[in-house]
T-cell receptor
């Protein structure tokens, strides 16, 4: 099956800092999603981005499908950004394959 | 509500007992998925429904696990003779169709087998 690698595994930020999270995948995809899992375990949809660039407030994402990677940018980080960020992809079947996640801790 | 809902939110059961977990997808979503998340790990796929048929059961870990769906509505995941390794959060997701559409997740059911 498709392999999904996320980096870095852990990220500690000071409030106000910017950061970039990376997702590499091993095959062509028809769906790529970024999620934020909050401390209560809820998965929040951030982006549906199989290709191209999208922005939503302080967050933006870029997927370069031909090079099999996606980037999630967090600008002016806030303590509420803390949690685990997951990248998930779908290739030629139905399921989403998830990376192991990046744990982000934003300190005040 | 507009989102995916799951019940119960928490379930503690004794080893060997059967449990049923429920998922209500977003209205109008024909595709429904079950995933499992063990502590500190990513999500692993269990089963996919399109309507009330399950074309992909490849992720079910053993024959103790089964699932059904009524029409394009509620789904139930049943675990028989629970084992301690079944302890995890079970998450349900739905999407508009079986193509590459965006999946939306429920809050999960945290299952603890003692």
């Amino acid at each position: 099956g498709i392999q999904v690698e996320q980096s870095p595994p852990d990220l500690i930020l000071q409030e106000g800092a910017n950061s970039t999270l990376r997702c590499n995948f091993s095959d062509s995809v028809n769906n790529l999603q970024w999620f934020h899992q909050n401390p209560w375990g809820q998965l929040i949809n951030l982006f549906y981005i199989p290709s191209g660039t999208k922005q939503n407030g302080r967050l933006s994402a870029t997927t370069v499908a031909t090079e099999r990677y996606s980037l999630l940018y967090i600008s002016s980080s806030q303590t509420t950004d803390s949690g685990v960020y997951f990248c998930a992809v779908r290739s030629n079947d139905y399921k989403l394959s998830f990376g192991a996640g990046t744990t982000v801790t934003v300190r005040a | 509500g507009a989102g995916v809902s799951q019940s119960p939110s928490n379930k503690v059961t004794e080893k060997g007992k059967d449990v049923e977990l429920r998922c209500d997808p977003i209205s109008g979503h024909t595709a429904l998925y079950w995933y499992r998340q063990r502590l500190g790990q990513g999500l692993e796929f269990l089963i996919y429904f399109q309507g009330n048929s399950a074309p992909d059961k490849s992720g079910l870990p053993s024959d103790r696990f089964s699932a059904e769906r009524t029409g394009e509505s509620v789904s139930t995941l049943t675990i028989q003779r629970t084992q301690q390794e079944d302890s995890a959060v079970y998450l349900c997701a739905s999407s508009l169709g079986s193509s590459a559409g965006e999946q939306y997740f429920g809050p999960g059911t945290r299952l603890t087998v003692t």
